[in-house]
């Protein structure tokens, strides 16, 4: 069974501030697939990243980076200098290698950001 | 604007009930996929569809069944309503089958029964 933990229930910040989103996952799988999504107050979902079990390579996308730990089933989330835009809810979630679609999500961590 | 489209926005009917939520892809995407957002549940993945056959099945209730049409957009049959039904269902299209690609999400039809 797949498992997907985030331990914050809410953050808050005030802008500017730097803030990490944690992640920790379960799975038997020896290849699969991890994904950030968004969640922002108007409701919709967003796709943010998609990371292979692989590639432990750490990425950056502007003021987001994302760092993969294999050892330890991390795949933590960090927004550099927050901006009020960037309060919303944020999901990690999980799936197979194959059958990608199937995801298992964490319960989501609501990032509130104050000016 | 993700492109995907979803019908209605709202929705409120009674225990007992059946409704059907429609979902229209990006053009071009031939997955899609239904989730479930309640507050005692979260976020779960229900079914995803591919090119009009069932591709990987989730937390989907015997209650539940959908379908993907030959113009490939979706529906989402719900029947026998229960309270605990009450959530936001999301489509979302994607252009692969595997489904490890990025998905692009509708607005959400909010189901409130009574």
């Known amino acids: 069974a797949q498992k997907v933990t985030q331990a914050q229930t809410e953050i808050s910040v005030v802008e500017k501030e730097d803030v990490t989103l944690d992640c920790v996952y379960e799975t038997r799988d020896t290849t699969y697939y991890l994904f950030w999504y968004k969640q922002p107050p108007s409701g919709e979902l967003v796709f943010l990243i998609r990371r292979n079990s692989f590639d432990e390579q750490n990425e950056i996308s502007g003021r987001y980076s994302w760092n993969f730990q294999k050892s330890t089933s991390s795949f933590n989330f960090t927004i550099t200098a927050s901006q009020v835009v960037d309060s919303a809810v944020y999901f990690c979630?999980?799936?197979?290698?194959?059958?990608?679609?199937?995801?298992?999500f964490g319960d989501g961590t609501t990032l509130t950001v104050k000016p | 604007d993700s492109g995907v489209t979803q019908t209605p926005k709202h929705l409120i009917t009674a225990t007992g009930q059946r409704v059907t939520l429609r979902c229209s892809p990006r053009s071009g995407d031939l997955s899609v996929y239904w989730y479930q957002q309640s507050l005692d549940q979260g976020l779960q993945f229900l079914i995803q569809y591919y090119n009009g056959e069932e591709r990987a099945k989730g937390n989907i209730l015997e209650r539940f069944s959908a379908q993907q049409f030959p113009d490939l957009h979706s529906e989402l049959n719900l029947s026998s309503l229960e309270l605990g039904d009450s959530a936001l269902y999301f489509c979302a299209s994607s252009p692969d089958r595997e489904g490890s690609r990025e998905q692009y999400f509708g607005p959400g039809t909010r189901l409130t029964v009574t």
């Open positions: 979630a999980l799936s197979g290698y194959t059958n990608a679609g199937k995801s298992t």
